[in-house]
């Protein structure tokens, strides 16, 4: 088995409504994804993936459709936050993400597991498998979601 990770980066706001200090600020961050797959390695010469558990190209291209498209330049906004909900839907066509956990780097980096994992069972099969996602906030802050069987 090898595992491959493809890096994607997104701009998005936040606010912890809770937080003691500075986060309970609106603020944004670039965030950077992180998204590890494991498989084997396909032994397919004159295909396009031989050599490759899966081509890059395609674990961004399920990346961008599922979480970096809908998340790049939104507002992540947690359902109990009525106050920021309030304000975003006064302003029409504003590009908003509701989540149902107040929007940490642990909330959001298991909120894009849980969207991934079956999109690439779905597409690729149960051989390909969604290891980790690694969610940095910032260079350095970061959350890890992975799968609940993984064993040592
Ligand atoms: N366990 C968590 N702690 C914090 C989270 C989080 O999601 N999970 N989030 C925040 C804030 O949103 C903030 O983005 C991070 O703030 P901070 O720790 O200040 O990070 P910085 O990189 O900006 O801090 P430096 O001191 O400049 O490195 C807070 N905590
Ligand atoms: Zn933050």
Redesign the pocket.
Known sequence: MIRITRKMEFDAG???PD?R???RNL?G?RYVLEITLEGEVHDAPGQSDNGMVLDFSDIKAIAREKIVDPWDHAFLVCQSDTAVLEFLKSMPGHKTVVTTKV??????AQLAFDVLAPAFTQRYGKDLVLHRVRLY?????W?DATRETESC
């Open positions: 936040h606010r912890i937080h200090s500075q986060c603020h961050h929007p940490t780097a642990e909330n959001l906030e910032t260079p350095n802050c959350a």
